[in-house]
């Protein structure tokens, strides 16, 4: 691979942990204690990782939005919590940030139960939380993220076309023919790891281990499971200590360099961040691209294999390229939900939400809205509101990586039509068992050519 060749660091790298994976340990947890499960005992409580796993939370979103835009869930695993399913509902609330916190001092962006002093006391443990500024509120989010955002203009991501496009090649051409791999592992995790590496600077053979540390971060059912803390907590540490050797080096530059790392250091709103907020912002930015733009990867191949009349026009016109990108993101929403929590009592779509209800904002719901998307569960490249999509969500905090993962697809889809490849789903899918990341494990399939 002709991208970054691996030069001896300055610094000398820390030992770190590669296994087991995040989805091992949880599996081996929950063999070992069978009555730590989830429970959930609200047929509307969609918090329940299953539906995303056997893939069948299409029904129950469904009958909730036929019922009204958010419902109270009196009871689950994460605590009581507004389920927001309709996408007029979710803008809403998205474009009242003060009304609707992110911030981490609420509990954040994710469902999971932010535990008060009182059970940490009891549960005899220390408060552990990564500040990151998707959960912040403003003005500190506001300085943050315009640290890390001439790294997503639009001009910035042009520059990078080029490169990615003869990644994708490599890749591409690299694939088996005439027999059965995982597209998940072969394609989706080596072209977006590929790609933070670079953003990073991180150093090229170790590139995996993004993914390794972005799995442990990002499950919110292991966040759930308290016995697996100690490990979590011990990798997020190894992956910061790692990163501060990055960022040792990168303060010895001469000139400073234009990976994010050194955007950091040289930004006067992130350049004194504690420990635990420069671990946030990493954890952040290598979930914020590695598990979305990797699962989108996947729902491509996946989608195109399931409606076999949009893939021929796929075939046909390849103009319809950056159409049919926001229509796949549309259906496969990578993240299937943000949090929110409410700070005063406020009247929504006649509902009474009370400061400090759990505020979760199903944008998987709201994607399949049948009154913003005609004949919602049909993928259709040709639909002319696809954009419309929350897959990115909406308002201040609205994905600041969207062009370049729109960008990453496009060329995906485009070097792939350039080779006249069509790939069929021809063995095992296995989906992410979880309720925010939403995506796929595996995705075993076969090349063949239009
Ligand atoms: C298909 C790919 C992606 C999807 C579906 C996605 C989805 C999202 C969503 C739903 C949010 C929260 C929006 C809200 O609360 O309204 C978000 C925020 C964010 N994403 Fe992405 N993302 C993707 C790719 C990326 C990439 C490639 C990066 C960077 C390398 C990235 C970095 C971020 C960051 C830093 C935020 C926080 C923005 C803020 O709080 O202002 N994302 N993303």
Sequence with gaps: MATIAPTPPAVQRPQVRREPSSYDALKAHFAAHP????????PWDVSRSEIYAEDTWQPVFAEMRAAGQLHWIPESPFGPYWAV??????????ALPETFSSSWEHGGITILERPDDAQLAEMGVERRELPMFIAMDR?????????????????????????????????????PRGEVFDWVDTVSIELTTGMLAILFGFPWEDRRLLTFWSDWAGDTELGAVRALDETRWGILQEMAAYFQTLWIERTMDKEPGNDLISMMIHSP??????????????VLLIVGGNDTTRNTMSGIIHALDK???????????????????????????????????CTEDT??????????????????SANRDGEVFDNPDKLDITRENARRHLAFGYGIHRCVGARLAELQ??????????????????????????????????????????
């Design 35 to 42: 009555e730590e499960r989830l429970r959930h005992s609200h």
């Design 85 to 94: 399913v309709g996408h007029k509902a979710i803008q809403h609330i998205e």
């Design 139 to 175: 003005p500190q989010h506001t300085g943050q993220r315009r640290t890390v955002a001439p790294k997503f203009t639009p001009t910035a991501i042009t520059e990078m076309e080029a490169e990615i496009r003869q990644r994708t090649g490599e890749v591409l051409d690299r694939l």
């Design 269 to 282: 709103a992130m350049n004194q961040m504690s420990p635990e907020e420069f671990m946030g912002n990493l």
């Design 307 to 341: 409606f076999p009349d949009q893939r021929k026009l796929y075939e046909e016109r390849p103009e319809l390229i950056p159409n049919a990108v926001q229509e796949i993101l549309r259906m496969q929403v990578p993240l299937a939900h943000m949090r929110r929590t």
């Design 347 to 364: 009247e929504v779509f006649g509902q009474t939400i009370k400061a400090g209800d759990k505020v979760v904002l199903w944008y998987i």
């Design 409 to 450: 697809l496009r060329v995906l889809l485009e070097e792939m039509h350039k080779r006249r490849m069509r790939v069929h789903v021809a063995g095992d899918v296995e989906r992410v068992r979880a309720n925010f990341v939403h995506g796929f494990r595996k995705l075993e399939v076969e090349i063949t050519t239009f």
